[in-house]
């Protein structure tokens, strides 16, 4: 089901109110009573930030930048606007002081986005602690799967640590909390990017104790072949069940996104990371974020240029298990 985009051929690009995308608002989608299958939003919230904070101005950023998102993927063979029926809803409420009030609000924001069924929900960040939230309301419209639902985490952290300055969710934790509340299956969990320095040598444990899959970015440098085969490896397991798929913008590498938070050397490059999504090009996705964008450590914009496009791949790794 098509997209009512504007030609930026005719419309220019740089003119106009800058919704994701250029797609339409979603009130204005249900206005005509169309159906929506992707509904983008933003979560301007960082209070679950550990270092450099600044991520609640992610949305506003990844959508300025998105103007200059366009919808056809050559490598993919997929027209985005063609292929579904997207919308911008806009920014949820946050609850700025408070962590573990912020998921629920979100959550119930979320909640009321679109049809139940049809419905998927890409959340763009804020910090990272804002997936659980995402997390929670793409494992209900999933039909609430009892093992959880299969995850792909993009990341230069595992974020299964369990409680930071007193506090159980902050952006370090989303994963520890998705898996001890069932939405998120740890046994397909993959994971791609982690890299240290770590606090512990035994920071990773729990992850891996929990049966994800962790990806680090030394096997990626050292033998991407092994990589590909773990990816082929992962979607064999997955069937044809739907995924989530979670990209932390601190997967990359700071010299191609130093607008991050709590950034650390030695990540993707944005061609390594189109790269990797290309890999998972067919799987059917359940929702759906990019997160920790901090517009403020990057005065050139590339780390919010780099998330709109990486959040425009992702949407066409769904499209590539819909076809026409
Ligand atoms: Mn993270």
Not at 53 to 71: L, M, W
Not at 135 to 164: C, E, F, K, N, Y
Not at 208 to 227: K, L, N, Q
Not at 246 to 269: E, H, K, N, R
Request: glycine fraction near 10%.
């Amino acid at each position: 089901m098509p997209t009512d985009l504007p030609s930026g051929r005719e419309r220019p690009r740089f003119s106009g109110l800058p919704t994701f995308m250029r797609l339409p608002e979603l009130d204005r989608v249900r206005a005509e009573h169309q159906p929506v299958e992707w509904c983008i939003y933003g979560v301007p919230f960082d209070g679950g930030t550990t270092y450099h904070p600044g991520a609640r101005f992610g949305p506003r950023a990844v959508r300025d930048a998105s103007q200059y998102v366009k919808p056809c993927s050559p490598e993919l063979g997929i027209d985005l606007a063609q292929r579904f029926s997207m919308a911008d809803a806009g920014d949820s409420p946050v609850a700025a002081y408070s962590c573990s009030d912020n998921v629920g609000l979100v959550q119930d924001f979320a909640s009321g986005l679109g049809d139940q069924d049809l419905t998927r929900l890409l959340a763009i960040g804020g910090d990272h602690s804002i997936a659980l939230a995402n997390l929670r309301v793409a494992w209900q419209r999933a039909g609430r799967p009892s093992s959880g639902l299969p995850l792909i985490h993009i990341d230069a952290h595992l974020d299964t640590v369990d409680v930071i300055w007193g506090e159980r969710y902050g952006h370090g934790s989303f994963l520890i909390r998705a898996i001890e509340e069932g939405v998120v299956d740890p046994k397909r969990t993959l994971s791609l990017g982690v890299r240290g320095p770590l606090n512990t040598l035994k920071d990773l444990d729990f992850g891996r104790e929990a049966g994800i899959t962790v990806v680090g970015m030394s096997r990626w440098v050292e033998d991407r072949a092994s990589v590909a085969a773990i990816i082929q490896e992962f979607r064999a397991r997955l069937g044809d069940d739907e995924c989530y798929l979670t990209l932390d913008i601190d997967a990359c590498d700071p010299s191609c996104a130093p607008g991050t938070g709590t950034p650390v050397s030695g990540g993707f490059s944005a061609a390594e990371l189109f790269l990797a999504l290309r890999w998972l090009a067919g799987i059917r996705l359940a929702g759906a974020d990019v997160v920790e964008v901090c517009p403020s450590r990057d005065p050139q914009g590339i780390t919010a240029l780099l998330a709109a496009q990486a959040a425009f791949q992702i949407l066409c790794i769904d499209a590539a298990a819909h076809p026409e």
